[in-house]
């Protein structure tokens, strides 16, 4: 009996451990990872794939998320992990290490924090009722075939906790890591011409975007003076790009320039256009600022498009701060204002452009009317229900606009004038367009067929044109977003990358973006009010079990066994 039992148990094993052979052979032929999240959030989108799909030869991706942190940021470095490995297990050139910066023996890695701008986090941690300060490194350096991409592994965000931030940072993970794989495996193919000769933006002041879009795009200066001598080799070069875009232009435009531009939207061409209708003077008796209106010439050429920018200017409660000294030279004070010109537009639509992104900074921003026409409209970013419109001319006078008393601050504007509701300041227009000289004298003759009804195409037209405008610290150009004075990152950046992507029908990297994932955090009030009692359960509760099981097993022993 004993030894038919023994020999049960023999084979019982050896069919354990064959069967567990057979499945390790197996699973080297067919390999399957499951994920069990609710949001699938380790699972590779579509987009992703198609990108990782080019990679044919090692990716070394150094993460510099190790050490100790907080529970948030050990959450980030968790699912960076898990997200690389889903990576790594799809294409096995993607290789990861995690990486302490401030570990002995990694003083080398200081220097390409230098070279890439990589600044570290400071981070408040709490415990056991004290609060310290923590640095952090969210970054991630990926090197493929001698090029070198950072990778930002934490979002900025205005006013938000750092679960906050980190909560927005997992949703952003995938396409932070897609993005920096496109820019470091796939070859430019899309090309944009970027407007000059009528009083554009200085090159330094769009500085940084257009160094963000060459990552992905070629870019190149292009200007109009040619229209006058030879406007077919302007229109044929102009049709060799896929997308232009007008930053800033103070000059107005010929009607032979205009008809150029139309002939290139009626080609299918796709526009991005940045566009102030007030200017700024100052008047020699006073001393004043006024805002008065300013005519390119583009008044018909969009009103035939569907929409008309307006001369005047708006004003939103929800607004950026403007910082102004107040006292002598070298006892000025800096104090921060609310400053109504500047609006704040974090859009609720969930159009694949504003999905998703930081609140965009205007500053004297015009109001945007959508006409009737057969043209899509979808308007991107407006101002707050709380906002009002004002004519022109119209002083800016400081004392008036900021009260320097605080309780009339604190008071608040008159609700009863600030009541226009949500004010447009971005739109998006798509569908054929129809030439805006259609039915009249053209300006000048060309070679090439006139097209008065065009290819299917998008345009984005916005009030601003300071939204593309990024500071300077001396000679250098800060990020653009980034606000010196108030250090305050707004959303432009992105929102104009998106907005590029879109128009040109590069939308995979925005479909990963806007991937909502949710990640649960504890409620630390909750936490730390029964903190000893969980502490204690957590010890006892373990040792209870295994108590319990012991003296089960041993019963059991004795019952089977005692004869």
């Known amino acids: 009996m004993m030894k038919a039992s023994i020999k049960k148990n023999i084979v019982s094993i050896a069919v354990l451990v064959g069967g567990l052979l057979l499945l390790n052979v197996l699973g080297n032929y067919f390999y399957k990872r499951f994920d069990l999240t609710q949001d699938k959030r380790f699972t590779l989108s579509a987009e992703a794939k198609e990108i990782v799909d ?37 294409n096995s050139n993607i290789k990861f290490d995690f990486i302490n910066p401030t570990e002995k023996g990694n003083e080398a890695f200081q220097s390409q924090f230098e070279k890439f701008g990589l600044t570290p986090a400071q981070v408040s941690v709490t415990e056991s009722g004290k609060q310290s300060t923590e640095l952090v490194y969210p970054w991630a350096l990926a090197h493929h075939d001698g090029k070198t991409v950072k990778i930002p592994l934490l979002k900025n965000q205005l006013g938000a906790t750092s679960e906050e931030r980190v909560n927005s940072s997992l949703q952003n993970l ?26 554009e933006y200085d090159d330094r ?37 896929d997308l232009i875009v007008a930053a800033q232009p103070t000059e107005p435009f010929s009607d032979a ?12 061409g796709k526009s991005l256009w940045l566009m102030d ?28 498009y569907g929409i008309r920018i307006n001369p005047n200017l708006v004003k939103d409660v929800y607004s950026a701060p403007i910082v102004l000294a107040s006292g002598d030279e070298r006892e000025a004070q800096y104090n921060r204002y609310p400053w109504f010109f500047s609006p704040l537009s974090s859009s609720a639509n969930n159009h694949p452009i504003v999905s998703n992104i930081e609140a965009v900074k205007f500053d004297y921003a015009s109001a945007i009317d959508t006409l009737p026409n057969n043209i899509k409209k979808t308007v991107l970013l407006s101002t707050s229900p709380i906002s009002k419109i004002v004519g022109l001319p119209f002083p800016i006078d400081f004392d008036v606009e900021i009260p320097k008393n605080l309780q009339v601050v604190n008071e608040g504007p008159n609700p009863n004038e600030y009541n226009a509701g949500e004010i447009p300041l971005a739109v998006l227009l798509e569908g ?22 065009g290819k299917p195409s998008k345009m984005v037209v916005i009030s601003d044109g300071d939204i593309i405008k990024n500071q300077l610290q001396g000679n ?4 653009l977003g980034f606000d010196k004075m108030t250090n305050q990152f707004y959303g432009n950046k992105e929102f104009l990358l998106n907005t590029v992507n879109y128009l040109l029908d590069d939308s995979g990297l925005i479909n990963i973006r806007t991937r909502q994932i949710a ?20 010890l006892l509760l373990p040792l209870g079990l295994l108590a319990l099981f012991g003296i089960a097993f041993n019963f059991y022993r004795k019952r089977r066994y005692t004869r």
Request: proline fraction near 5%.
């Open 277 to 304: 209708a007030t200017q700024m003077q100052m008047d020699t008796i006073s001393g004043n600022m006024f805002a008065f209106g300013k005519d390119l010439n583009l008044n018909d050429f969009f009103f035939k």
């Open 519 to 538: 990640v649960p955090f504890l409620d630390p009030q909750k936490t730390v009010e029964p903190r000893s009692k969980w502490q204690t359960l957590n």
């Open 174 to 199: 995938q396409y932070a890591f897609a993005d920096g794989f496109k820019k470091l495996a796939t070859q430019k193919s899309k090309k944009i011409a970027v407007l000059k000769g009528n009083g």
């Open 257 to 268: 320039e205009k008809y150029v531009l139309d002939q290139f939207i009626m080609n299918g």
């Open 432 to 453: 054929q367009f129809t030439s805006a000289f259609k039915n009249r004298v053209k300006p000048l003759k060309l070679n090439v067929k006139n097209i008065d009804d």
């Open 205 to 241: 002041y769009i500085a940084d975007f257009f160094a963000t879009l060459r990552e992905y795009y070629f870019i190149a200066p292009f200007t109009l003076d040619s229209v006058a001598t030879n406007p077919e080799k302007t229109l044929d070069a102009l049709n060799g790009f």
């Open 54 to 90: 080019y990679v044919d030869s090692p990716i070394i991706v150094d993460v510099f998320l190790k050490g100790n942190f907080p529970p948030e940021f050990r959450r980030l470095q968790s699912e960076t992990e898990q997200l690389l490995e889903e990576f790594s297990a799809y």
């Open 476 to 479: 250098r150009p800060l990020e």
